[in-house]
C-alpha cells in the first residue's frame, strides 16, 4: 500500500476537506462511507466499539475506496500510535491534548528515528509487508497526518505553542468534551465557545496549520467554515443510523 503524497500538503494548505466519523466498529460503514465520496474517514477507537479485532477489516475496507483513513487512538500512548500505524492508517487523531509537551510527544510517536521514536518493523501492512520499507521510512513523516485534539482549557491557553509543533498538522476541536470542560454544556453557538473557536482558528492559520471541527448539527457547518476550519468531519456512521431508524420508525407508527 502506498501512502498519498498529496493529501496531507491539502489540508496544511487549508484546502476544504470533508470526513465523516465511524463509531460502529464496522468495516461496511467504513466502505460505504468512503465510497460515497468523503476526503476522509475517522475510525473512532476512543469512543467507539472498535478495537484491535476489527481495526484491520476496517483499514481493508478503506482500503477500497478513495477516502484516507484516520484513526482516533484512546489514549496519548506510544505503543497505541505503533499498532493502528503498522496496521495501515494514514492518520492518527489523538485525543485530550492539553501542552505543547504532549503535542510533541504525539508527534514523536508517529515517526521513525531519529525523527520520533515510532518502533521500527519492516515487515508489516503499512510497508508493503516489507516491499516498500524503504519508501514508507523515507517518506512516511512527510505524509501521515497527525490531527491533535483540542478539548480543554489548558489546551485553549496552550493553543499557541501546540499549534506550534512541527508535525501537529490540524488542530481538531471535539466540541463536546470542550463545551463540558467549559462548563457549557453543548452551548456551541454561545459566545464564549465561538470566541474559543476562533482561538483555535487563528493560531492554526498563524503556523501554517489547519483547523478542524466535528459538528453533528448541519447549519454549524457554514458558521464554522466562516471562523476558518477546512478540516470538517460532519456526523457519524451511529448518528446515521439512528436517525434513519427513527424516521423509519415515526412513519411506519403514523395516523
Not at 149 to 173: C, R, S, W, Y
Not at 211 to 233: Q, S
Request: aromatic share 8%.
Amino acid at each position: 500500500m502506498k501512502l498519498p503524497p498529496e493529501f496531507r500538503q491539502r489540508v496544511l494548505a487549508r484546502e476544504w476537506v470533508c470526513g465523516t466519523f465511524l463509531n460502529l466498529g464496522s468495516p461496511v460503514t467504513v466502505e460505504v462511507a468512503g465510497l460515497a465520496g468523503f476526503d476522509w474517514v475517522l475510525i473512532d477507537h476512543e469512543h467507539g466499539p472498535g478495537g484491535e479485532d476489527t481495526l484491520l477489516h476496517q483499514l481493508h475496507a478503506a482500503a477500497a475506496t478513495p477516502a484516507f483513513p484516520i484513526v482516533r487512538i484512546a489514549a496519548n500512548e506510544t505503543p497505541r500510535f505503533k499498532r493502528v500505524l503498522d496496521a495501515g492508517a494514514f492518520g492518527v487523531m489523538v485525543p485530550l491534548v492539553s501542552s505543547a509537551a504532549e503535542a510533541r510527544a504525539a508527534v514523536a510517536a508517529t515517526r521513525y528515528p531519529p525523527r520520533g521514536i515510532r518502533g521500527v518493523a519492516k515487515f508489516h501492512r503499512s510497508a508493503g509487508f516489507g516491499g516498500d520499507f524503504e519508501e514508507y521510512y523515507a517518506h512516511a513523516h512527510e505524509r501521515l497526518l497527525t490531527v491533535i485534539q483540542i478539548e480543554t482549557p489548558d489546551a485553549l491557553k496552550n493553543i499557541d505553542e501546540i499549534a506550534a509543533v512541527d508535525g501537529a498538522d490540524v488542530m481538531f476541536v471535539g466540541p463536546t468534551d470542550l463545551s463540558y470542560n467549559m462548563g457549557i454544556r453543548d452551548q456551541l453557538e454561545s459566545p464564549r465557545f465561538v470566541e474559543a473557536l476562533q482561538k483555535v482558528s487563528d493560531a492554526a492559520k498563524k503556523h501554517g496549520k489547519a483547523a478542524g471541527i466535528l459538528v453533528h448539527n448541519n447549519a454549524l457547518v457554514p458558521k464554522c467554515r466562516d471562523l476558518g476550519y477546512t478540516f470538517m468531519a460532519l456526523g457519524s456512521d451511529g448518528g446515521a443510523v439512528r436517525t434513519g431508524l427513527l424516521g423509519f420508525l415515526a412513519t411506519l407508527r403514523a395516523k
